[in-house]
């Protein structure tokens, strides 16, 4: 598959008109970006925004029908045919089963939250994740990571465990002592809590979550709980990742620099 998106969204491609699902499809992306973008000239157009996706041709034809919509998602820095490939094979994976039964629409809109934070789908910085029929972008602790890192903010995250030797003074001095016992077995039976230690311009900051706390954030999850059930302590350091980064000014792919807002269709997770 051959495309070439437009490097202004604002025109069409090749004199082709946007079809009407990509005129849906670029509302969902002016109401993000304010600014319109289009599809792409020749691609199929013949899939509405609220058809469940089913296979990965049927979605690989909505997302070509609206590449340019993509490509302004991301700020213009986007291989479409990649991002389309990476999608596809996203969605024939047996164990994404329950993402065939999600709209299109819900897909697209998912999919712009990942390419506008500057990251390819299926590269296991973020993960899609079905909500009945609505597809979710859920971004992962590397992900956090990796935006941090380009926004010149250093972040570490640690779990703590029983038997490990931890002190936190909080107040105008805040500190912490964390000296891990690497003999004891790290496991959710033995987790205490997570902390997050982030350095913002050469100031330091502290965020520490309780396991009461980190339980009550998977309780929330609802529907999205599975992953909690595979990989609690991964998504323990999310959780207080997470916390901190509301905290953060980081550059998104549009040029937009504010706080994180972590909403991305989903309950804190």
Same mark, same amino acid.
């Given at each position: ?89 996203? &969605? ?60 010149? &903010? ?21 500190? &912490?002592?964390?000296?891990?016992? &690497? ?87």
């Amino acid at each position: 598959m051959t495309m070439t998106i437009a490097s202004s969204p604002s025109r069409p491609i090749g004199g082709v008109k946007p079809n009407a699902a990509a005129n849906r499809l670029s509302r969902a992306a002016e109401n993000r970006s304010g600014s319109r973008a289009v599809s792409s000239a020749g691609a199929p157009a013949d899939r509405a925004p609220d058809e469940l996706i089913a296979t990965p041709r049927n979605l690989a034809d909505y997302l070509s029908a609206n590449a340019a919509a993509l490509a302004h998602a991301a700020g213009g820095k986007v291989d479409a045919d990649r991002v389309i490939r990476l999608c596809a094979r996203l &969605i024939e994976n047996p164990r994404n089963a329950d993402l065939r039964r999600c709209t299109l629409r819900s897909f697209a809109a998912a999919l712009f939250d990942c390419l506008a934070m500057g990251i390819y789908p299926d590269t296991g910085r973020g993960y899609f994740i079905a909500s009945g029929d609505r597809a979710v972008f859920l971004l992962g602790y590397q992900g956090m990571i990796e935006l941090a890192s380009k926004a010149g &903010i250093f972040v570490k995250a640690y779990n703590v465990f029983k038997g490990d030797r931890f002190k936190w003074v909080a107040g105008g001095n805040e500190r &912490i002592v964390h000296l891990p016992n &690497i003999e004891i077995r790290r496991s959710e039976e033995t987790f205490l809590c997570s902390y997050c230690v982030s350095i913002v311009d050469g100031h330091a900051t502290f965020d520490v979550m309780l396991k009461n706390e980190i339980d009550a954030v998977r309780d929330r999850a609802g529907e999205l709980n599975t992953v909690w059930a595979t990989d609690y302590l991964e998504m323990a350091r999310k959780t207080v990742v997470r916390r901190a980064a509301k905290f953060w000014p980081i550059r998104f792919e549009s040029g937009a620099v504010r706080p994180f807002d972590w909403g991305f269709g989903a309950e804190e997770n």
